[in-house]
């Protein structure tokens, strides 16, 4: 964890390399449980650089004896192909563990070709709607005692669910939905006792905002058209009542005319007899 800027916002990638370092540790036995429930808690509520840093300052990272640091640089942009998001190569976390307590899985991260959970007496998510994936087909195996977890995934992966469920469950509903031409392949597999895994297709939040910007201008467009519409028909009508103004005025002048023109015959009429 870097000291140069401890002011800086600290992001859910920043959070989850620590959160795996004290997972690390409590599997060497450097934590007791009780130690390493209250460092994970401080992790995810943690919101600069500077609260993460003093979470590790006491743990070896990969044999070294500094901290992990935070990259300064921004990662790249994807190209928004599923192509570009499976990257190969080793993923960023490959197993988590929740006794009586939970973790999270979220954000910019690399699925492994084969991530194992478990839960006892807690519960877990895997949020895999912003990750990269090392291989195209990867296997998240949960076992869940009395616990569950939670699979979420984005629209355009293909889901097969192949876990065994004793008084509990894995969900199906996700399944037989056919994958985009080059996106990953997820198989959930493991064993849930007294407990269950959930599959749920989501779409990001980008995405989600995005669709709701999208229906608003939508709407918006749908407004002004019946406003125009309005506009059009109340102007129609006032052309078609003037007309009708200017018809009646000439037909009271065709009759004040006429009428001018009968008096005057008539008076001719009376001369002629008087004559």
């Known amino acids: 964890m870097t000291d140069d800027a401890p002011e800086l916002r600290a992001s859910d990638a920043d ?6 370092v004290l997972r690390d540790a409590l599997a060497e036995g450097r934590l007791d449980m009780a130690e390493f429930e209250e460092r994970l808690d401080a992790t995810y509520s943690a919101r600069t650089y500077g609260d993460l840093a003093p979470i590790t300052r006491d743990l070896p990272v990969g044999g070294a004896g500094a901290a992990p640091r935070v990259s300064m640089t921004k ?12 990257t190969g190569g080793e993923g960023s976390s490959t197993w ?5 307590s939970g973790f999270q899985r979220k954000g910019r991260w690399t699925v492994p070709r084969r991530f194992n959970c478990f839960a006892f007496w807690g519960g877990g998510e895997i949020d895999l709607r912003d990750a990269d994936f090392a291989a195209g087909e990867v296997v998240i195996n949960c076992v869940a005692i009395m616990g569950g977890m939670n699979v979420v995934v984005p629209p355009g992966v293909e889901v097969v669910v192949r876990g065994i469920g004793f008084m509990g469950g894995f969900d199906h509903s996700e399944e037989g939905v056919l994958g985009d031409p080059g996106a990953p392949r997820v198989i959930v597999t493991g064993f849930a006792f007294w407990g269950g895994v959930g599959v749920e297709r989501k779409v ?3 995405e989600r905002q995005r669709l709701k910007e999208e229906r608003r201008q939508e709407k918006l467009e ?4 019946r406003e125009r519409e309005r506009l059009e028909r109340g102007s129609g009508r006032a052309e078609l009542d003037a007309s009708r103004h200017d018809s009646h005025g000439l037909d009271g002048l065709h009759d004040l005319h006429g009428g001018s023109r009968e008096r005057e015959l008539e008076r001719e009429r009376e001369r002629r007899r008087d004559t």
């Open 96 to 100: 988590a563990v929740a006794v009586m």
């Open 15 to 20: 959070r989850e390399r620590v959160a795996e």
């Open 204 to 206: 990001t939040r980008a």
């Open 222 to 225: 749908r407004r002004q058209d």
């Open 75 to 86: 990662e790249p942009e994807r190209d928004g192909s599923w192509a570009g998001r499976i």
